[in-house]
């Protein structure tokens, strides 16, 4: 088992920027990969960003390509997700996943969730 535990949301202004932690523990691996999806209101839960941990590739989805940047610390199997130019569009619940995706922008093979945390930008 592996546990999640997000950190960093919070309200912003458009244009604003902020840092997205997510710490994992337990039955940890470095063929994991972890990543990021969010959930707007009344939408379907949609891809962020994900990074395989063997390799170090990362993967964006096209609306935060140039905006956020994920990062991983090996030492603590930890990801920072950096979010630039918020829009009001970015507005959701992110979660952390992990797990062993066969592609990192599908939720299948993500085996662990976090609990989410809330990102808000206001216009």
């Known amino acids: 088992q592996v546990q999640l535990v997000e950190s960093g949301g919070g309200l912003v202004q458009t244009g604003d920027s902020l840092r997205l932690s997510c710490a994992a523990s337990g039955r940890t691996s470095s063929n994991y990969a972890m990543g990021w999806f969010r959930q707007a209101p009344q939408k379907e839960r949609e891809f962020v960003a994900a990074v395989r941990w063997s390799t170090g590739k990362t993967h964006y989805h096209d609306s935060v390509k140039g905006r956020f940047t994920l990062s991983r610390d090996n030492g603590k199997y930890t990801v920072h997700l950096q979010t630039n130019s918020l829009k009001p569009e970015d507005t959701a619940v992110y979660y952390c996943?992990?797990?062993?995706?066969?592609?990192?922008?599908?939720?299948?093979?993500?085996?662990?969730w976090g609990q989410g945390t809330q990102v808000t930008v206001s216009s």
């Open positions: 996943a992990a797990g062993s995706p066969a592609q990192l922008s599908r939720e299948g093979g993500f085996a662990f």
